[in-house]
């Protein structure tokens, strides 16, 4: 072991060796992976080695698709067995509803690429797996690269693949301490110490503790599992074909052969932490007792699947632990604020994702930025706030029950909630409000009557109507919706102009003005969506995406230079929206100054009754509007005075659901939908709010896009006939028969009286008039190309 490597891998577990394996791969051989005890000797020994295609998350099952196609490849490159058993696979749907979702979700595998699926009839899945019953399934989908493999062998093949490449790995040693020092970090082991100029935390159960050791305090908690391994099943011993993979859903199993018999894990609803500061140092290769008591319930709707196991023993109880974040996502990244400490953690599914971790990690560690989008595993995607002891508890705990429990795209998930609330949630409860959470803020859906609930649904809501009603306020009268769910970000300094002007690639507003702002990657591809306000005074707003803070930060502080100060206002700042035509008689009642000068896209301080507020003509909806920006102190008295002031105009409260609807009718895209990652200006029409004369960041790979042969897709708005459900993302898109694309986002344009969605197309598909179908709910409905802003396409509304 030498002194200094340039990256140090903590932790020996397939997450690890992958980690290991790719660095080396894409050319950093100077890496040095550590394990404290053996390879492989954490959860990864005891996994159950399942790999499969489904995930309702497309990002995360493209992640899964390549660790699968990965896997031969090791294999053969180490020389090391890997006891890869491609069986096929099968996900079973109990109830209409989950037939339905599997329906669509085997449309939205055709639109990112895994063709391998196919959907079968109960009758055709038993012909797979002769020995399940069909009782109570109502169809099912089968996956051609589905099984299982050796789980300790795997591991092996990574590290021996990685050593063949020239990295190094070490057992026995255990890290004792970090210390980040100018150049990087000190690593202290029980054999020495290590420099480096990087540090991997892929220690799994261990992850809290080595993320302690450098002032990080990861969300992430180990919970248990559990699966038996039968004794010889007489049906599956005469068989000549291996049973295929199979879950159960409504059952909370999972199945897969072992040798002649069949291992059935479970995902019991009665979940159990354990060790939630981390495992103990000398735990390693040891299990639980099985826990009976706790499993009954799941344990006999896997013998009732499975008739055949009935009559025969078990074998083996297997009851050990895995770490879990809280939406069960793997923790992936540059840790904000801890410069060259990497996460990799919380993998609980290591041997089906532990690939893909491993060469997004590699890619954004060596190239600045990875190939794919990072963001549902990015360790941004939660600030502060996840730090929380029991925000881990209950949110890993409710995933961990809701493994296999189908949740619904309009459906609220209660755990670690309400946290954060704008000081006037209580009287917007009151008033009906219904909250959905963006990060840790409560943030308005839409206002409901007393009593009211919404039906979790795939289809059309019974909150429909009143969303409908909200659009129409905000279309046709005033409408007040709380903001304080935005980002803002202040950038002061005698350098700000200048590094504002490097790293947002639009033309900066002037004194008093707006301006929409793309943020380009090095590679030209999108990082913001951002807006930039100009206040006057010297003083620069950034906003966006409240969900967005810690990863916009993170970017901001990676491109930082002296003479510029940055601060988050996320805890300063709230507000409200004033939309709709009668907007400026409402808040004329209230300035004390001439706030009918103030055009669209201008901003600038006011007083707004008793409350000073900065002031922003805009509005996402399309509409005329007011962002009105104050301090969490006056949140309550700004609300007060706004519903008073507007009572003769008919002001009526509004949530986020109404902004959706009010903004697919503009066409005007999102982050995380139109805009993401993976895209460029040319892909999503922000290379119009490009300023080519200047120099920023990701010129050269912009220019080269528009000056080549451009984008292949580009985005459209359709026009869909549907019927009682939308298009929400990822539907595949078909021009006779042939996939043109896909959906980016998707609903109902309530004033316009359409179901709309927007979407990338080829190139040859997007005029206006094009005639197209796309898949909503799994059933192909017909749609077409439009123009650009089905609502006011001359922008007058907005512009007054």
């Known amino acids: 072991m030498k002194s200094q490597y340039r990256v140090v891998v903590i932790g020996g577990g397939v997450v690890g060796a992958s980690v290991l394996y790719h660095l080396a791969k894409f050319g950093w051989s100077d890496v040095a992976m550590l394990e404290r005890r053996r390879l492989a000797s954490g959860s990864s020994w005891h996994a159950a080695g399942g790999i499969h295609a489904l995930n309702a998350d497309p990002n995360m099952a493209s992640l899964q698709a390549y660790t699968i196609d990965l896997l031969s490849e090791i294999e053969k490159e180490s020389g090391q067995n890997i006891g890869l058993h491609m069986t096929g696979g099968l996900t079973l749907a109990g109830t209409p509803e989950r037939w339905e979702w599997l329906q669509a979700n085997y449309r939205i595998f055709q639109s990112i690429g895994i063709d391998d699926c196919e959907l079968l009839t109960p009758e055709e899945a038993q012909r797979r797996c002769p020995i399940m019953s069909t009782d109570g399934v109502l169809g099912a989908m089968w996956a051609d690269r589905e099984g299982y493999i050796d789980t300790t062998g795997t591991v092996q093949a990574y590290a021996t693949a990685a050593k063949k490449r020239g990295a190094?790995?070490?057992?026995?040693?255990?890290?004792?301490?970090?210390?980040?020092?100018?150049?990087?970090?000190?690593?202290?082991?029980?054999?020495?110490?290590?420099?480096?100029?990087?540090?991997?935390?892929?220690?799994?159960?261990?992850?809290?503790?080595?993320?302690?050791?450098?002032?990080?305090?990861?969300?992430?908690?180990?919970?248990?599992?559990?699966?038996l391994i039968t004794d010889a099943v007489p049906e599956v011993a005469a068989a000549d074909f291996e049973m295929p993979m199979t879950v159960d859903l409504e059952g909370f199993t999972y199945m897969r052969q072992d040798q002649k018999g069949v291992l059935v894990g479970i995902y019991e609803v009665d979940h159990e932490h354990w060790a939630m500061d981390g495992a103990p140092w000398n735990y390693g290769e040891e299990l639980f007792q099985e826990q009976l008591d706790r499993i009954e319930n799941e344990l006999m709707l896997g013998f009732e699947r499975y008739p055949s196991i009935q009559n025969v023993g078990i074998?083996?109880?297997?009851?050990?632990?895995?770490?879990?974040?809280?939406?069960?996502?793997?923790?992936?990244?540059?840790?904000?604020?801890?410069?060259?400490?990497?996460?990799?953690?919380?993998?609980?599914?290591?041997?089906?994702?532990?690939?893909?971790?491993?060469?997004?990690?590699?890619?954004?560690?060596?190239?600045?930025?990875?190939?794919?989008?990072?963001?549902?595993?990015?360790?941004?995607?939660?600030?502060?706030f996840a730090q929380n002891k029991r925000y881990i508890r209950e949110t890993t705990g409710q995933f961990y029950s809701r493994r296999f429990v189908m949740t619904y795209p309009n459906e609220q998930l209660p755990a670690g909630r309400p946290l954060k609330m704008a000081p006037a949630h209580d009287a917007m409860t009151e008033a009906g409000c219904k909250w959905g959470v963006s990060w840790d803020l409560e943030v308005p859906l839409y206002f409901a009557p007393k009593g009211f609930e919404e039906t979790p649904t795939l289809k059309r809501s019974n909150a429909h109507d009143i969303v409908a009603e909200e659009c129409k306020v905000i279309r046709e009268g005033v409408g007040l919706l709380d903001i304080s769910g935005f980002s803002r970000f202040e950038v002061t300094g005698p350098n700000a102009e200048a590094w504002l002007n490097k790293v947002m690639a639009s033309k900066l507003p002037a004194r008093g003005r707006a301006k929409l702002a793309p943020m380009l990657g090095e590679d030209g591809r999108l990082k913001g969506d951002l807006t930039v306000l100009n206040w006057g005074d010297g003083t620069w707003w950034i906003m966006g995406s409240y969900y967005l803070r810690a990863w916009h930060m993170r970017w901001f502080d990676n491109h930082m230079i002296d003479g510029v100060n940055?601060?988050?206002?996320?805890?300063?700042?709230?507000?409200?929206?004033?939309?709709?035509?009668?907007?400026?008689?409402?808040?004329?009642?209230?300035?004390?100054?001439?706030?009918?000068?103030?055009?669209?896209?201008?901003?600038?301080?006011?007083?707004?009754?008793?409350?000073?507020?900065?002031?922003?003509?805009?509005?996402?909806?399309?509409?005329?509007?007011?962002?009105?920006?104050?301090?969490?102190?006056?949140?309550?008295?700004?609300?007060?005075?706004?519903?008073?002031?507007?009572?003769?105009?008919?002001?009526?409260?509004?949530?986020?659901?109404?902004?959706?609807?009010?903004r697919l009718e503009k066409s005007f895209g999102i982050w995380s939908a139109e805009f993401t990652q993976l895209?460029?200006?040319?892909?999503?029409?922000?290379?119009?709010?490009?300023?080519?004369?200047?120099?920023?960041?990701?010129?050269?790979?912009?220019?080269?896009?528009?000056?080549?042969?451009?984008?292949?897709?580009?985005?459209?708005?359709?026009?869909?006939?549907?019927?009682?459900?939308?298009?929400?993302?990822?539907?595949?898109?078909?021009?006779?028969?042939?996939?043109?694309?896909?959906?980016?986002?998707?609903?109902y344009g309530h004033y316009t009286g359409k179901s709309l969605a927007m979407a990338l197309v080829n190139r040859d598909k997007a005029e206006p008039g094009t005639e197209l179908s796309v898949h909503v709910v799994g059933v192909e409905r017909p749609a077409r190309v439009i123009a650009p802003s089905p609502y006011d396409p001359l922008g007058k509304a907005m512009r007054g």
């Open 566 to 662: 940055i601060r988050d206002l996320g805890e300063e700042y709230c507000g409200f929206g004033l939309v709709g035509p009668k907007s400026q008689d409402v808040i004329e009642k209230l300035a004390e100054q001439d706030i009918s000068g103030l055009k669209f896209m201008g901003c600038d301080d006011f007083d707004i009754g008793l409350v000073r507020a900065r002031v922003a003509r805009m509005s996402v909806t399309g509409e005329k509007g007011y962002e009105i920006n104050c301090r969490y102190g006056d949140h309550i008295k700004l609300r007060r005075m706004l519903l008073e002031a507007g009572a003769d105009e008919g002001i009526r409260e509004c949530g986020f659901n109404a902004m959706l609807s009010t």
């Open 168 to 227: 190094e790995y070490y057992e026995e040693t255990k890290v004792e301490s970090l210390t980040q020092t100018a150049d990087g970090w000190e690593v202290v082991t029980d054999k020495g110490t290590i420099t480096c100029e990087h540090v991997v935390n892929a220690a799994g159960l261990w992850a809290k503790q080595v993320g302690r050791m450098a002032g990080v305090e990861l969300p992430v908690s180990p919970l248990k599992h559990h699966y």
């Open 315 to 384: 074998k083996t109880w297997v009851n050990g632990a895995f770490t879990f974040s809280p939406d069960g996502n793997p923790l992936v990244g540059p840790v904000p604020g801890k410069r060259g400490y990497w996460s990799a953690c919380a993998v609980m599914a290591g041997f089906l994702q532990g690939g893909g971790v491993g060469k997004t990690l590699a890619e954004w560690m060596i190239h600045g930025e990875p190939e794919a989008d990072a963001w549902p595993m990015d360790v941004a995607r939660y600030g502060d």
């Open 679 to 747: 895209y460029t200006p040319g892909m999503t029409g922000m290379d119009r709010w490009i300023d080519w004369n200047k120099d920023f960041v990701g010129k050269d790979a912009a220019v080269a896009e528009r000056d080549g042969n451009g984008p292949a897709q580009v985005q459209v708005t359709l026009e869909v006939d549907a019927l009682d459900a939308d298009a929400s993302g990822y539907e595949p898109i078909w021009a006779n028969g042939e996939r043109m694309g896909f959906v980016t986002s998707g609903g």
